[in-house]
């Protein structure tokens, strides 16, 4: 057999783990690794680890030459891989999303996915902060996996300044990522499709990003029947808040503290409206408030 | 004013700086943000900064509430952003990517950019695993973005494993990084179009993967006479050194150095070679050995009994069939810097000699098993996104792409904007791609939009018309106009 095959097992001798049920594979050591001397010591005790799911045993590289490495062939937590089928897919909805954009004649836009971690402060407590994936690069730099591509775009946005016209029209297909527990099995990575209308005052432009997505829905059998869009204005809260003369800095806060109304219990809720400053009767006008269903009667309260 | 508008302002005052040159535009910051009481201490000492260059100011976030960020307007160094052109540039590079692995009837896939850091540590000395851009994760977890794509694409076939028949024709279009001091004022970034068939020993997939390349080249209009292929085969270094009795282990090392042969001054390699462990002789038979360009005389030195020659002949004899001798030589020299190669290796350069390697890839018939898989031989390439745009505009073949949309829709009353929606809907309906404008805008200036966008027609929803329930329709490249009733709109 080619000589290159024992030269490089001498310097990487992988145990391969398989961390999920799903792959009931057992990978053995080729024989000619347990016979290579050189390697026989490193080996044998990693000889029991073949095909067994071994995840607590742990083998440390040594500093010089012979390299055991364990390599998973599952996908890091959190991320997926994108066979064939998967590829396939992705592929679709990205077309679809591509399409529905051309149709209302958007440009596409990129960014990187890494980012300066300043982009994403917002000291406002959103869960996107909290779940931010960043780190220091190796120039000790904050930087940060975008969570979201709106700051990137606004960014871009800023860059251009007035070498584009207005109103832009532009829209992005990325990787967004977040870190968080593992412990909740959930995705540290998802792609997502955004359209954005920079430049139109006028909530006509609302009107058209709906449209789109409606347009994407029809495109691929999704109907009124199966899907819904809830709408509202953050100027309701705001016009609430000015009532009570809660002080605007808290405007934020308060929009994410009600954003949780779903997820916390009220009492809940109602403290984290009092720690944030606002009073008894301003919380519970807000709180009546918030449960309008109609536009008819959120007029007649104003 | 929006109320928003100033809470915004609270959390965030950004200072825009423009780091580069190429962008003259000064960002003032607005009076609200002078005249709010609650920053106005912080943003005294900012308000010299409004426009200039100041890199060297810095503002730290106060922990409590007043937040002055520092927002760089330019994306992270070594990265890039794609506004509309570049994107519409790279959609096209990449679809041609796309389109000729659909004409080799290979799938798609990708995987990970983030990847355990495991994975690309090999002990060669390349420089792929110099320049790896590794970091803790908040769980304290070596990872990587990945510097190429190969590794990740055989954890895959590996995870697959019988699930899966060969061979597998695979192909994937990722971004890859890596870090390096800027110094030198290089990307951390590029996309590479990877292409491997796995399960094919025989050399016939190299033949195939370099057909594809060359088919490539060929649909976007360069030609042989501005690319070659030099190729080889690593099994030529390891015949050398077999016959010196060069220990197996120190192979990837020696391949690695030998591709330093073009950077390097010559006594460096040797050094190089000499504490890899190479004897004098040795590394005097390997550099001359190295040094030919002819098959002929490569079977005179090895002799034809070695698979070196062997595969070499046949690669050649194929590409014969296939049509593209031409755009083919061999060339003992090319070794390739990545240290799983294992039989032939090639990479394609432009004649003129004042780019980088075009492409490159080879085979690696043992990367699975130093995984933990087994075995099986395997062979791809990579093609990256930077050098080629540089040969198109060198050679001035740069596909001319402008934004394009057919129609743009405009009402000429606001009382009609819901009009205008439901005509952008009907065309859009039908296939067609509205920009519909969103504002009363004087006739001018969407006239000017139409231009920018290169719009076929332009739709006019009046009055007049619209009570006919027709629409106003000019065919901006010839002036015509008509009127005709929206359902027959097309």
């Not at chain 1, 606004?154 to 593992?182: D, H, N, T």
Request: proline share 5%.
């Amino acid at each position: 057999m080619p000589a290159i095959h024992s030269s490089l097992s001498f310097y990487m001798k992988p145990l391969f783990l398989s961390n999920s049920s799903l792959f009931p594979r057992k990978f053995t050591v080729p024989k000619e690794y347990l016979l290579n001397p050189r390697s026989l010591c490193a080996l044998s005790s990693a000889s029991n680890q073949n095909g067994g799911r071994s995840g607590a045993r742990s083998l440390s590289p040594s500093p010089v030459s012979d390299d055991l490495q364990k390599i998973d062939v599952n996908p890091p937590k959190g991320t997926r891989d994108f066979p064939p089928e998967d590829m396939r897919l992705r592929n679709w909805l990205f077309h679809n999303f591509q399409e529905v954009s051309r149709l209302f004649g958007f440009e596409e836009v990129d960014f990187p996915v890494l980012e300066s971690e300043a982009l994403f402060i917002r000291k406002a407590g959103e869960e996107i902060r909290d779940q931010l994936y960043c780190f220091e690069d190796r120039g000790n730099r904050r930087v940060a996996l975008r969570p979201e591509l709106t700051p990137s775009l606004a960014r871009l946005v800023i860059q251009k300044g007035k070498s584009v016209s207005l109103p832009l029209k532009w829209f992005a297909v990325g990787q967004c990522w977040r870190y968080e527990r593992m412990t909740r099995g959930r995705r540290r990575e998802h792609y997502q499709w955004n359209m954005d209308i920079i430049g139109v005052p006028a909530v006509t432009a609302e009107a058209e990003l709906i449209s789109s997505i409606i347009t994407f829905f029809k495109r691929i059998g999704i109907t009124a029947s199966d899907v819904g869009f809830r709408i509202s204005s953050r100027k309701v809260l705001q016009e609430v808040l000015r009532c009570h003369s809660i002080p605007e800095h808290l405007f934020g806060k308060v929009c994410i503290i009600i954003d949780k109304i779903e997820k916390l219990p009220l009492d809940v809720i109602k403290n984290d409206l009092k720690s944030a400053g606002m009073s008894e009767a301003a919380i519970e006008e807000l709180l009546r408030v918030l449960s309008i269903k109609s536009l008819t009667e959120l007029e007649g309260w104003f | 004013m929006p109320a928003i508008h100033s809470s915004l302002s609270f959390y965030m005052k950004p200072l825009f700086l423009s780091n580069s040159s190429l962008f003259p535009r000064k960002f003032t910051v607005p009076k609200e943000y002078l005249l709010n009481p609650r920053s106005l201490c912080a943003l005294s000492s900012a308000s010299n900064q409004n426009g200039g260059r100041s890199g060297a100011r810095s503002l730290s976030p106060s922990p409590v509430s007043d937040d002055l960020q520092k927002i760089d307007v330019n994306p992270p160094k070594g990265t890039r952003d794609f506004p509309p052109e570049d994107m519409r540039l790279r959609n096209w590079l990449f679809h041609n990517f796309q389109e000729v692995s659909r004409l080799f009837g290979f799938e798609e896939v990708d995987f990970p950019v983030l990847e355990s850091e495991a994975l690309f540590i090999r002990k060669a000395g390349e420089e792929i695993r110099d320049q790896l851009y590794c970091f803790e994760d908040r769980g304290n977890r070596r990872v990587a973005l990945r510097p190429e794509l190969t590794p990740s694409l055989a954890r895959l076939v590996i995870q697959k494993g019988k699930s899966v028949s060969l061979p597998l024709k695979w192909f994937a279009v990722g971004q890859c990084w890596r870090y390096e001091r800027m110094t030198r004022g290089r990307r951390r970034e590029h996309y590479q179009w990877n292409m491997d068939i796995i399960g094919v020993p025989a050399v016939t997939a190299e033949a195939e993967l370099i057909s594809s390349i060359i088919t490539f080249f060929k649909r976007i209009g360069i030609t042989a006479s501005d690319v070659g292929f030099r190729i080889s085969s690593r099994k030529v270094l390891q015949e050398v050194l077999r016959c010196h009795s060069i220990p197996e282990h120190l192979f990837g090392k020696v391949c690695i150095i030998i591709d330093k042969i073009e950077k390097l001054p010559l006594d460096v390699i040797k050094n190089d070679l000499k504490s890899a462990g190479m004897s004098e002789a040795a590394i005097e038979e390997l550099l001359r050995v190295l040094s030919i360009k002819s098959l002929t005389e490569l079977e005179e030195i090895l002799g034809g009994a070695g698979e070196a020659v062997a595969d070499l002949k046949l690669l050649f004899s194929l590409a014969e069939k296939f049509g593209y001798s031409d755009w083919i030589q061999f060339d003992a020299s090319v070794v390739r810097g990545l240290a799983y190669y294992t039989g032939i290796v090639f990479e394609c350069f432009d004649r003129d000699g004042k780019l980088r390697a075009i492409c490159g890839g080879g085979r690696y018939d043992q990367l699975l098993s130093t995984f933990g898989g087994d075995d099986i031989p395997a062979c791809g390439f990579g093609f990256g996104d930077a050098v080629i745009l540089e040969l198109l505009k060198e050679k001035g073949l740069l596909p001319p792409l402008n934004h394009q949309v057919e129609n743009i829709v405009c009402a000429l009353d606001h009382n009609l904007q819901g009009a205008a929606s439901m005509v952008a809907t009907t065309l859009r309906g039908k296939g067609q791609s509205v920009d519909l404008v969103l504002e009363s805008k004087p006739l001018k200036w969407v006239f000017k939009r139409a231009a920018r966008i290169n719009a076929q027609r332009l739709i006019l929803v009046g009055t007049t018309e619209w009570q006919k329930g027709m629409v106003g329709v000019k065919i901006l490249s010839s002036g015509e106009q008509y009127e005709i009733k929206l359902d027959e709109l097309e």
